[in-house]
C-alpha cells in the first residue's frame, strides 16, 4: 500500500526556519514527483511546487517561487519543504501528494500544520 | 495565468438529491481535468481524472463531464457520506485548482 507520512505539527516564530518532511513507502520513491500544496485556514488548495525524486529537478508556482525550497533524499524516501524565514502569513496546513507523470494527485500525505505567531 | 473557477461557492442539498458542481477554466485544457473530495481536518482525495475517468473504489453516483473549458462533477443520488468540499484542478503545466465547492445539508 503506498503511504505518505508526513512529519508533525510544528509552532514558529516569525523569521524562524523550518522544514518539515514527507515520507513514502509501499512503491518505487523515485518514479513519481512529489508535490507540496498549501491550505490556509479555511480556504481552499494551492500548489505550490513539485520535485523529481529521482534527480531532484523541481518546479515552483510563481506564487512560492523563491519563498519556499523543496529537496529530496531519496535513500530515505523522504521529501522536504523549507523555510529559511517564516511569516505570519506561512500559517497553513501543508500537504505532501504523489504525482505520476501527466497526472493528477493521486496519493496524499496526512498534513502538517504550521502555526507562525509571535 | 490560467484560472479555474467553480460554481457554485456553497450547496445545499438533500439526502437522494442529484447535485452538479460546475468548473470553467479561463482557456482549453482540452481533459486535463480532475475531481476531489475533501473533508474536514482530512487530505483531499482524488474522485475523477480525464474529466470523467472514475478512481478505483469511487462510487458510480459520481460522474465527471464536459471539455475544453467547461465542465461538470455530478453526483447522482448524494449519500451522507458526500457531503464535504469538492475541488477541480488542472493538471498540465501549473497545477490550478477550483476555489472549492462545499456540498452542505440543507
Known amino acids: 500500500e503506498v503511504q505518505l507520512v508526513q512529519s508533525g505539527a510544528e509552532v514558529k516564530k516569525p523569521g524562524e526556519s523550518l522544514r518539515i518532511s514527507c515520507q513514502g513507502s509501499g512503491d518505487s520513491f523515485t518514479s513519481y514527483w512529489i508535490t507540496w500544496v498549501r491550505q490556509m485556514p479555511g480556504k481552499g488548495l494551492e500548489w505550490m511546487g513539485r520535485i523529481n525524486p529521482s534527480d531532484s529537478y523541481t518546479n515552483y508556482s510563481p506564487s512560492f517561487h523563491g519563498h519556499v525550497s523543496i529537496s529530496v533524499d531519496k535513500s530515505i524516501s523522504t521529501a522536504y519543504l523549507q523555510w529559511s524565514s517564516l511569516q505570519a502569513s506561512d500559517t497553513a496546513m501543508y500537504f505532501c501528494?504523489?504525482?505520476?507523470?501527466?497526472?493528477?494527485?493521486?496519493?496524499w500525505g496526512q498534513g502538517t500544520l504550521v502555526t507562525v505567531s509571535s | 495565468d490560467l484560472q479555474m473557477t467553480q460554481s457554485p461557492s456553497t450547496l445545499s442539498a438533500s439526502v437522494g438529491d442529484r447535485v452538479t458542481i460546475t468548473c470553467r477554466a479561463s482557456?482549453?485544457?482540452?481533459?486535463?481535468l480532475a475531481w476531489y473530495q475533501q473533508k474536514p481536518g482530512k487530505a483531499p482525495k482524488l474522485l475523477i481524472s480525464d474529466v470523467s475517468s472514475l478512481e478505483s473504489g469511487v462510487p458510480s453516483r459520481f460522474s465527471g463531464s464536459g471539455s475544453g473549458t467547461d465542465f461538470t462533477l455530478t453526483i447522482s443520488s448524494l449519500q451522507p457520506d458526500d457531503f464535504a468540499t469538492y475541488y477541480c484542478?488542472?493538471?498540465?503545466?501549473?497545477?490550478?485548482f477550483g476555489q472549492g465547492t462545499k456540498v452542505e445539508m440543507k
Open positions: 482557456q482549453s485544457i482540452s481533459s486535463w
Open positions: 484542478q488542472h493538471y498540465n503545466t501549473y497545477w490550478t
Open positions: 501528494a504523489r504525482q505520476p507523470i501527466g497526472e493528477p494527485f493521486d496519493y
